[in-house]
């Protein structure tokens, strides 16, 4: 069964430090995307950044990184110069092809930024 | 295009009433998805539909749920005698394609409080 795991319920981050936020996650299908998404308190979900399991190199967008380690099967977010604006939750998610077209969702991390 | 639109943002309904909710995908994507999100959780996925046609059903869906895509442009989700435990925010996505790199952009949702 797929499965993703965030640990932290929550993160507390100065303005303009890095963060990291957690996310494993499980499948024995060689082919999969592993996705972040932020939902600010509005509701609706912001699509990050996106990894493929073939990808050779880790996703980058913008002040947006994912620390893909395959081996660990884990696919941590990294946010450079967090800003106020950065406060939200977090979802780390996956889609398995061959299981089906839905995102699996972790519970989620909630990030709050402070000056 | 303003992406994807959900309507009503919040309903509130006394147990054992029906209630209807709408989607309107971004107009050129051809799945669309709809997620069910509790509190502190991840979205839950739903039900899909490429096109028309209803393609996956989660065992979520209980009977009391039904989705329609009718010509394949908006949705609709409707939820009959609705049960306290039916309060949730109800997502609704659609993506263009659904290969492993596809990212699926979400509404804003409707928040369905049962009282």
């Known amino acids: 069964a797929q499965k993703i795991t965030q640990t932290q319920p929550g993160m507390f981050v100065q303005e303009k430090e890095a963060v990291t936020l957690d996310c494993t996650y499980d499948?024995?299908?060689?082919?999969?995307?592993l996705f972040w998404y932020k939902q600010p308190s509005s509701g609706e979900m912001i699509f990050l950044i996106y990894q493929g399991s073939y990808d050779q190199q880790n996703a980058t967008e913008g002040r947006y990184s994912l620390n893909f380690q395959k081996a660990r099967k884990s696919a941590n977010l990294v946010i450079s110069a967090s800003q106020l604006g950065d406060s939200a939750m977090y979802f780390c998610?996956?889609?398995?092809?061959?299981?089906?077209?839905?995102?699996?969702f972790g519970k989620g991390t909630t990030l709050s930024v402070s000056s | 295009d303003t992406g994807v639109s959900q309507d009503p943002r919040h309903k509130i309904t006394k147990r054992g009433q029906n209630v209807t909710f709408r989607c309107d995908p971004i107009?050129?994507?051809?799945?669309l998805y709809w997620y069910r999100q509790t509190l502190g959780q991840g979205p839950e996925f739903l039900t899909y539909f490429q096109n028309e046609a209803q393609l996956e059903k989660s065992r979520l869906l209980s009977d009391r749920f039904s989705a329609e895509r009718p010509k394949g442009s908006f949705s609709t989700l409707e939820i009959q005698r609705t049960e306290q435990g039916d309060s949730a925010m109800y997502l609704c996505?659609?993506?263009?394609?659904?290969?492993?790199?596809?990212?699926?952009?979400f509404g804003q949702g409707t928040r369905l409080t049962v009282v």
């Open positions: 499948t024995s299908d060689p082919s999969y995307g």
């Open positions: 998610a996956m889609r398995v092809p061959g299981a089906g077209t839905a995102l699996i």
């Open positions: 996505a659609s993506s263009l394609e659904a290969g492993g790199n596809t990212e699926a952009f």
């Open positions: 107009s050129e994507h051809n799945r």
